[in-house]
């Protein structure tokens, strides 16, 4: 069974830009959650999506956006990108969000400048 | 929000010794779950405990949980050099609906 993908691997934008980050569940894994991770924060919660529907939602800004399609594929929208959203973003897949393992990708390392 | 903090946040040890981690949280949850993560990589899911369990073993792993001190403890037995990585509890947040990491501990094996 293939493990969550995440697309791309890196990134390199300019401040002021937007980018989309892609990522493919574990198949039959209705739930996608999106996490982001910088050296001073931490691994900090986004959001969660679970057949399409976005159920929880991290304090983020307004410009974190994201989206779960009917195939349960994943995306998440950052606008007028800053220099400060810069990190690794990990999206993790599970069967449910309760009580079951959450499988992680690989990241997307964004670097904005 | 709950949270999960682990202790110590960085370890260093000599190629096989024992590493014991540990992580402490502040409300009552109904699961907990170990991660590792090699540097700059995704997370690498350990092992998952219940409230009703005590301990759980997975190969050099052992994990135990004690609820009434709010509190969990990894052990890495005969340690190798490829475990050098961070490693992360997380616990469910208070609505259950995500998960809630702590800020890691940074294991170093020194071959």
């Known amino acids: 069974k293939a493990g969550v993908t995440q697309t791309p691997r890196y990134l390199i934008k300019t401040r002021g830009q937007q980018v989309t980050l892609s990522c493919s569940p574990i198949?039959?894994?209705?739930?996608v959650s999106w996490y982001q991770q910088t050296p001073g924060q931490g691994l900090q919660f986004l959001f969660e999506?679970?057949?399409?529907?976005?159920?929880n939602k991290g304090n983020f800004p307004g410009r974190f956006s994201g989206r779960q399609f009917s195939n349960s594929r994943s995306e998440m929208n950052v606008s007028t990108l800053e220099l400060g959203d810069s990190a690794l973003y990990l999206c993790?897949?599970?069967?449910?969000?309760?009580?079951?393992?959450?499988?992680f990708g690989q990241g997307t390392r964004l670097t904005v400048v | 929000s709950q949270q999960g903090e682990e202790d110590p946040q960085a370890l260093s040890i000599q190629e096989g010794e024992n590493a014991t981690m540990n992580c402490s949280y502040k409300t009552s949850i109904n699961n907990l779950q170990w991660y590792r993560q090699n540097s700059g990589r995704g997370l690498v899911h350990l092992i998952l405990?219940?409230?009703?369990?005590r301990e759980k073993h997975s190969g050099r792993l052992r994990v135990t949980l004690d609820t009434s001190k709010k509190s969990s403890s990894l052990l890495i037995t005969a340690s190798r050099a490829a475990d050098t990585a961070s490693y992360f509890c997380a616990t469910p947040d208070n609505y259950g609906q995500n998960f809630v990491f702590g800020p890691g501990t940074r294991l170093s094996v020194l071959p």
């Open positions: 405990i219940r409230s009703n369990e």
């Open positions: 999506y679970f057949s399409e529907t976005q159920r």
């Open positions: 993790a897949s599970s069967l449910s969000r309760d009580d079951t393992e959450a499988f």
């Open positions: 198949s039959g894994h209705r739930s």
